[in-house]
């Protein structure tokens, strides 16, 4: 599929008008397979009008779909009044948005009584938690312990906490003081948490990039119990889990754990480039004026965003939404060809296959007008909008199972790593991921 550059027609549906020229730009991104240019519901259009049913949301970003009218007039509202004035001075919205989320990191009813830093990607969310941890810690308490595969964003800091050497490796040497252990083992990360050193443990209560895995059910607990133990806060990376995305507002409270620190970020704006950290008011407190900033955080263009989808997600119940249809969704999946196991939670899930063709298979779903990506070679990332319909869940899996039958016959089913009788080239579509 090559790029090309979109005209309007009579009907204002882009059509084809030619390559487009993306010499300008740099090349840390690999050749877009298709370019979109317009969004409706769970529908992306292409430069020729084709519709696509997006089932990736731009990474979990668009959870209540694409030019959601009620976040596009907010925003649009927003734009003639006022949209930025810096950190040098108030605005109405944020702290009106910081007490909604503050809310729903108690459950929706209470506030939690923590406190939110606003910044524009989870990258810098999490990098804000980093330095919290140390200024909370103070001196010579400084390591932060995360897990490997896990992914926590591309800044150096954060690219330090991500578990993966093969993204680090052409940016060393990264900062000091990140430990790695494997994710799932209480047993690795209490070996490793000194209380002399260590200020903090940083997880994802699912990991979305190392393929939709999802910790035993005592693991989140066990990390609460060592670091309440040792005075370590508890950082939870809820920055793809977050906001309804896994049947609860929040990942961790599936199993009621009380994090120390809360990242998110993807939908919190629907598109809208927005992050926030939240902590609890007694750790929040260790940042003085002058510890930490962000020039467009906090923005009155980017909370108006933020405020409407909030209410949106509130109204529509989206928490019990991603239960429901992800329930229908996970069925649909488990009764498809070379399917051997589902895994995730709500409407974040991944489809296991019996062979390393997630590669292929994602690439014939966009050839066949579907958006969903290989987090890794035999994976297959689901993160359809909240607001997605049981229409376009038969839609998406009757033509996955249509793909998917045909690359059993070709592939086999020897399970993952196995021999494979056709090729998997070409990088995962999407597989890049996350990137903040």
């Known amino acids: 599929m090559t790029a090309t550059s979109p005209t309007a027609s009579a009907s204002g549906v882009a059509t084809e008008a030619g390559p487009i020229d993306r010499s300008a730009l740099m090349g840390n991104y690999a050749a877009p397979p298709v370019t979109f ?89 999490n990098e804000c938690a980093l330095k919290l941890a140390r200024r909370w810690a103070g001196s010579g308490r400084f390591a932060v312990v995360s897990t490997w595969d896990a992914f926590h964003g591309r800044t150096l800091a954060t690219l330090a906490a991500t578990g993966q050497p093969e993204k680090q490796a052409p940016f060393l040497p990264l900062p000091d003081g990140f430990d790695h252990v494997p994710y799932d083992d209480l047993a690795a990360m209490d070996a490793v948490c000194d209380p002399t050193r260590v200020a903090a443990v940083l997880v994802e209560p699912i990991m979305g990039e190392a393929g939709v895995v999802v910790p035993s059910s005592d693991y989140l607990v066990g990390l609460r119990q060592i670091c309440t133990d040792r005075n370590i806060l508890l950082m939870v990376d809820e920055v793809q889990t977050g906001l309804g995305r896994t049947g609860r507002w929040f990942g961790f409270q599936h199993l009621g754990v009380e994090p120390d620190v809360v990242t998110m970020a993807k939908a919190l704006g629907n598109g809208m480039p927005v992050g926030a950290c939240w902590a609890r008011a007694e750790v929040a407190a260790a940042f003085v004026p002058g510890d930490h900033g962000s020039t467009f955080g906090g923005q009155p263009l980017a909370m108006a965003a933020v405020r409407a989808t909030l209410a949106v ?30 895994r995730g939670e709500g409407l974040l899930l991944a489809a296991v296959l019996a062979n390393d063709f997630a590669v292929p298979a994602c690439r014939e779903a966009l050839e066949a007008g579907l958006v969903i990506n290989a987090p890794r070679a035999d994976v297959l990332r689901f993160a359809p909008s909240l607001l997605v319909s049981e229409a376009d869940i038969a839609r998406a899996t009757g033509t996955l199972g249509r793909i998917l039958a045909r690359l059993v016959a070709v592939f086999g089913s020897a399970g993952p790593g196995g021999p494979a009788d056709g090729p998997a080239d070409g990088p995962p579509i999407g597989g890049a991921d996350d990137a903040e």
């Open 37 to 125: 240019v317009r969004g409706d519901g769970s529908t992306l259009y292409d430069t020729v009008g084709r519709p696509y049913l997006d089932f990736l949301s731009g990474l979990a970003v668009t959870s209540l779909g694409h030019a959601h009218p009620a976040i596009a007039d907010a925003i649009a509202v927003q734009a003639r009044t006022l949209s930025h004035v810096s950190n040098l001075f108030g605005n109405t919205l944020g702290p009106e948005v910081a007490a909604t989320l503050d809310r729903l990191i108690g459950g929706g009813v209470d506030r939690a009584g923590g406190q939110v830093f606003f910044a524009n990607s989870g990258a810098e969310a």
């Open 313 to 342: 997600m509130e109204a529509e119940d989206v928490p019990a939404r991603a239960q429901r249809l992800g329930a229908v969704l996970r069925r649909s999946l488990e009764r498809l060809p070379g399917v051997v196991s589902v």
